[in-house]
T-cell receptor, first 113, second 110 residues
Framework: KAGVTQTPRYLIKTRGQQVTLSCSPISGHRSVSWYQQTPGQGLQFLFE???????NKGNFPGRFSGRQFSNSRSEMNVSTLELGDSALYLC????????????FGPGTRLTVT | TQLLEQSPQFLSIQEGENLTVYCNSS?????LQWYRQEPGEGPVLLVTVVTGGEVKKLKRLTFQFGDARKDSSLHITAAQPGDTGLYLCAGGGSARQLTFGSGTQLTVLP
């Protein structure tokens, strides 16, 4: 069974631009969660989607948004990028919401200059 | 807010040594997981413990969940260079989301 895939793997953007990251969950997994990982803050929860609905949201500004499609694939968008948004963005899938066993993708490394 | 503290933050040992990594909180968690992350990759789930006092063994790795479900430990016997990585604990609780610890960066030298 294929794992979680994320595209692109690497991205360089300029401050003020916006970016969209994509995640395809493991087949049969309907819940997708997004995390931001930085050296200073560690892994922080952004949001979780299930059945195209946002089920839970972390403590991030409204510039961070996401959506989920009917095939469970998910995208996250960051608008008006700031230097501090440079991070590894990880997507994880699970069978259902609040099922704590998460299966992570390799991440998208975003660099904001 | 549920917080998880891991110690030590960094650990460098020689191949063949034993080590223990700790994960502590003042909050009770319904489950506790351990992940290992290698450079350029996402975390990989190692184990989930759900019962206070539970002990799980995975080859040379032994995981324990505290009786009060507030802490956990990971013990590695006879560490190997392939064990090198960032070890993360994560708790599931009332927030209905995973709370991750800050991680322990383990380096096993050959």
């Amino acid at each position: 069974k294929a794992g979680v895939t994320q595209t692109p793997r690497y991205l360089i953007k300029t401050r003020g631009q916006q970016v969209t990251l994509s995640c395809s969950p493991i087949s049969g997994h309907r819940s997708v969660s997004w995390y931001q990982q930085t050296p200073g803050q560690g892994l922080q929860f952004l949001f979780e989607y299930f059945s195209e609905t946002q089920r839970n949201k972390g403590n991030f500004p409204g510039r961070f948004s996401g959506r989920q499609f009917s095939n469970s694939r998910s995208e996250m968008n960051v608008s008006t990028l700031e230097l501090g948004d440079s991070a590894l963005y990880l997507c994880a899938s699970s069978l259902a919401p609040a099922i704590y066993e998460q299966y992570f993708g390799p991440g998208t490394r975003l660099t904001v200059t | 807010t549920q917080l998880l503290e891991q110690s030590p933050q960094f650990l460098s040992i020689q191949e063949g040594e034993n080590l223990t990594v700790y994960c502590n909180s003042s909050s009770v968690f319904s489950s506790l997981q351990w992940y290992r992350q290698e450079p350029g990759e996402g975390p990989v789930l190692l184990v989930t413990v759900v019962t206070g006092g539970e002990v799980k063994k995975l080859k040379r790795l032994t995981f324990q969940f505290g009786d009060a479900r507030k802490d956990s430990s990971l013990h590695i016997t006879a560490a190997q260079p392939g064990d090198t990585g960032l070890y993360l604990c994560a708790g599931g609780g009332s927030a209905r989301q995973l709370t991750f610890g800050s991680g322990t960066q383990l380096t096993v030298l050959p």
